[in-house]
């Protein structure tokens, strides 16, 4: 079973096509090769360091808080 994390996109490099992405207060690199048209302050679902589809930010805060209670975050 896989488990991708919502984060929030803080940074943009279009030339590299990768992102700064914020999570529970960490900054991680991540490539955006699998998606289209990012921008910053876009959430979108994280996993093994690639961005594999944007989510809602209604979607990415229930998700993040049911994290967050499961003591994960």
Partial sequence: MCLAIPAQITEL???TEQAIVS???VSKTIS????DDAA????VLIHVGYALNKISIEEAEY????IAEM???
Avoid: E, N, P
């Fill in 13 to 15: 490099d279009s030339a």
């Fill in 23 to 25: 999570v529970g207060g």
């Fill in 32 to 35: 955006l090769a699998l998606i």
């Fill in 40 to 43: 910053i302050g876009d959430y």
């Fill in 63 to 66: 998700t993040l808080q049911l």
């Fill in 71 to 73: 003591g994960l975050l």
